[in-house]
């Protein structure tokens, strides 16, 4: 079946650091990679997506990789403002079956001024 | 506004009470679902439509119960819940065969008394 492993959080961190948030997946199929944030009291925004290996999604400062050598889709932002505090879900869906996405148990994520 | 309205944003209710989430979207999207959001656990979907049709229930108790009149509105009906259906609830919606992940709303936030 298909999966998605996030690092657990929470992450604490000072303004202005880099930030990685570590997904890893396991598909049956060909998957596209996602990352979605949940600000607080909010329902989920896609952040950035990737739809074949070596693509690299990027938003709002964020990038993610598509690694299919290393089933891998890490977050990484180089300088995270208070702002950033949020939730991070990566998920995957695989085309062709029910489509549906496969979310990580999230990562929450706390920046300090 | 995501383009997928959820109401009401918050909803207390008691444990012999009927009450019903409402989600719409106008986004041409085919296939809308409800995903239960509960602190400290992993995202759980509940319910998929596609093209009005439900394609999945993911064992969920009978005091939960869909409806999809048309493919721009989702209902979730509920009735006699318990404390532990206390949860954001999220509607999302997305185009069948299309890797572009989901448009989610901004959530009810279900507690029962």
């Known amino acids: 079946g298909n999966s998605v492993t996030q690092m657990e959080g929470p992450v604490t961190l000072s303004e202005e650091a880099f930030l990685t948030i570590n997904c890893t997946y396991t598909a049956t199929g060909y998957p596209s990679l996602f990352w979605y944030v949940q600000y607080p009291g909010e329902g989920l925004q896609l952040l950035l997506k990737?739809?074949?290996?070596?693509d690299k999604g990027s938003n709002k400062g964020f990038e993610a990789t598509y690694r299919k050598e290393t089933t891998s889709f890490h977050l990484e932002k180089g300088s995270v403002q208070v702002s950033d505090s949020a939730v991070y879900f990566c998920a995957l869906s695989v085309t062709g079956s029910a489509r549906q996405l496969t979310f990580g148990s999230g990562t929450q994520l706390t920046v300090l001024p | 506004e995501t383009g997928v309205t959820q109401t009401p944003r918050h909803l207390v209710m008691g444990m012999t009470n009927k009450k019903s989430l409402k989600c719409e979207q106008h986004?041409?999207?085919?296939?809308m679902y409800w995903y239960k959001q509960s602190a400290k656990k992993p995202l759980e979907l509940m319910f998929v439509?596609?093209?009005?049709?439900?394609?999945e229930n993911n064992s969920v108790p009978s005091r939960f119960s869909p409806e999809c009149p048309n493919s721009s509105h989702l209902f979730l009906h509920l009735h006699t819940l318990q404390p532990e259906d206390s949860a954001l609830y999220l509607c999302?919606?997305?185009?069948?065969?299309?890797?572009?992940?989901?448009?989610f709303g901004s959530g009810t936030r279900l507690t029962v008394v």
């Open positions: 986004l041409g999207h085919n296939a």
């Open positions: 990737a739809t074949k290996a070596d």
């Open positions: 439509y596609n093209f009005k049709e439900q394609t």
């Open positions: 999302a919606s997305s185009r069948k065969g299309q890797p572009d992940g989901y448009t």
